[in-house]
T-cell receptor
């Protein structure tokens, strides 16, 4: 699975959009970009994933650049409850693995009132 | 639908003892994976089970073992506990389909004294 690079921390004002970047310059054509987040003392929570098209769900939007070397997770209206560690993960088709994710250090997002 | 359930939530053991942690996946999920989370190493993959078979194993010593039962429930065991085994142990389940999202439990916080 390709390595990802994320800023260690970011701040965002409540009600504003939070844009979390991720670099994955060695991503292969069949690898997906996943985002999970972990709120203190809880297990990670799935947010969204995509291959090459932009994706949107009820939680967030995922923008993947055309060359697929980077992506941005967008939380459109951040709330205090969005304060968490956000992990960008690149994952291959899986082979024989359904449950193996390689977590990096992630980005600590702090949402301020 | 109930989420992933891990028991116990907290556990205190002493060096040299052994411990068994339990995980009940979401109903219908056949894949269960285990992770260790420490402040220094972050989230690290331990192993993964599907249909009672270990499909993947992380880079951990043989003191760490697991199993999965026919109802998909899983247990992990750590023998001869060391101080460095103090960590949050997380279980995740998924349907067992490639690129399916993982659902994590809240974890078991193990303290080794």
């Amino acid at each position: 699975d390709a390595k990802t690079t994320q800023p260690p921390s970011m701040d965002c004002a409540e009600g504003r959009a939070a844009n979390l970047p991720c670099n994955h310059s060695t991503i292969s054509g069949n690898e997906y970009v996943y985002w999970y987040r972990q709120i203190h003392s809880q297990g990670p929570q799935y947010i969204i994933h995509g291959l090459k098209n932009n994706e949107t769900n009820e939680m967030a939007s995922l923008i993947i650049t055309e060359d697929r070397k980077s992506s941005t997770l967008i939380l459109p209206h951040a709330t205090l409850r969005d304060t968490a560690v956000y992990y960008c993960i690149v994952r291959g088709p899986g082979g024989t693995s359904y449950g193996k994710l390689t977590f990096g250090q992630g980005t600590i997002l702090t949402v301020h009132p | 639908k109930a989420g992933v359930t891990q028991t116990p939530r907290y556990l205190i053991k002493t060096r040299g003892q052994q411990v068994t942690l339990s995980c009940s996946p979401i109903s219908g999920h056949r894949s269960v994976s285990w992770y260790q989370q420490t402040p220094g190493q972050g989230l690290q993959f331990l192993f993964e089970y599907f249909s009672e078979t270990q499909r993947n194993k992380g880079n951990f010593p043989g003191r760490f073992s697991g199993r999965q039962f026919s109802n998909s429930r899983s247990e992990m065991n750590v023998s001869t506990l060391e101080l460095g085994d103090s960590a949050l142990y997380l279980c995740a389940s998924s349907l067992g389909i490639l690129n399916e999202k993982l659902f994590f439990g809240s974890g078991t916080q193990l303290s080794v004294l």
